[in-house]
Each structure stands twice: as C-alpha cells, then as structure tokens.
C-alpha cells in the first residue's frame, strides 16, 4: 500500500507525538510521568477514531499496551537486568498476541490491514471484508504473515530476555541492538518478498490487483 499523508500523519500521531511528550515531560516529571504523558496522544487519537468510526484504532492500542508494560516493568523494580528486559516486554507482548490470534475467527493482521485501507479508501473495510469472505487465499496469506510475525517477535523477546539474564550488562548492550534489528530486518524482508510473490502469482493467474489486493 502506497504511503499517503492519512498513514504518515497516524504514524506521527502513534510514534513521533509519544516520544516527544516522553521527552518533554521526563525533566518535569521523571521517567514515570514521562511514560504517562507518551500515552496521551495515542489515547486521544483512539478515541477520536472511536467517535467518528466506531472502532478502536489498532496502532493505537499496539503503542499503548508498549507503554502499559513499560510503567509496569518499573513497578517491578529497578534493578540493571530489569531494564534491560523492559523493551523486550513490549514485542513479546504483541508477538504472542499475534500467536493468540490466529485462535481466532479473524488474526490480528487482517484487523491491523482493515484499519489502514480503511483510511486510504473510502470504501477500504468493505473491500476488506468481501476479500476474507470471498477469496480463500487471501485468508491464508493474512494468518501465515500472523503466525511468522508472532513467532519471530516472540523468538526476539525469548532470545533477548536470555540474553539480558545470563550475559554482562556491557556485552548485552552492544550485542543486542543487531539482534533486534537483525529480526526486524528479516521479518520486514520477507513480508516484501512473500507479498510480490503474491502479487506475481495473481498477475501470472490473469488477476488485476487493485488498492487493496495489491
């Protein structure tokens, strides 16, 4: 899906915002108040969306249950070893939430593509809807990138929290940012390559993709 000013300026809204209230604020209000602050754009933007909508922004809910887990892993103490977890808490979190999903009559990436198509179209959720009823393919491909994403970020988290449990402060603290990126990296590589796979199948099948199926 093309990047357009709606997407860019929910990911200000989610992303950018939270840091900036997070690093105003910490001077202020230490560390604690800083991580309240960072959920109050996120919060806002949620319950805009749930006015005009009717549903709960999934992006939203995703930063906000990071922040969650943050205040609560500083409710849980201070300790080195702690801290260094705590950012590993936020993507096993939504990992393992990927996994539960798939449980589910629907996984959570058809609710994350639902949300986003929905603002590059008009009628971007219906289109959504009729491909999960109508094209058995479609279902497949969103619970096998909800199964690769949850099991990878939840790989991330397992291996890290090893890691900041078993290794020298010094030496997690260099080692585990390749580690991180490194499994984003690859989780991002092949949803790219498994998605033009897709896309050349279709195109080969005599299938024209459109804003939502391409």
């Known amino acids: 899906m093309k990047l357009r000013a709606s997407f860019l300026f929910e990911l200000a809204v989610n992303l950018v915002l939270p840091w900036l209230a ?81 449980a589910m009559p629907r996984p959570l990436v058809f609710y994350l593509a639902r949300a986003t198509v929905a603002r590059e179209m008009a009628d971007g959720a219906a ?44 030496r997690f603290l260099v080692v585990s940012p390749f580690i991180g990126y490194g499994i984003y990296g690859a989780l991002l590589l092949w949803t790219v390559w498994y998605r033009k796979g897709m896309r050349d199948r279709a195109t080969a099948g005599g299938e024209e993709a459109d804003g939502v199926t391409g």
């Open 22 to 102: 997070y690093r105003l604020s910490v001077p202020h209000w230490g560390e604690t108040g800083g991580l309240i602050a960072s959920a109050v754009p996120p919060l806002v933007w949620s319950a805009i969306e749930l006015a005009r909508f009717r549903r709960v922004d999934a992006l939203s809910v995703m930063v906000l249950l990071g922040i969650v887990l943050s205040i609560a892993a500083m409710a849980l103490g201070g300790s080195p070893r702690m801290l260094l977890l705590r950012e590993s808490l936020v993507s096993g979190a939504v990992g393992v939430t990927f996994l539960f999903s798939l």
């Open 127 to 170: 289109r959504i809807e009729a491909l999960w009823h109508e094209r058995p393919a479609f279902v497949s491909v969103l619970r096998l990138m909800t199964a690769v994403w949850g099991a990878g970020l939840t790989g991330e988290t397992t291996l890290r929290a090893w890691m900041a449990m078993t290794w020298p402060v010094e």
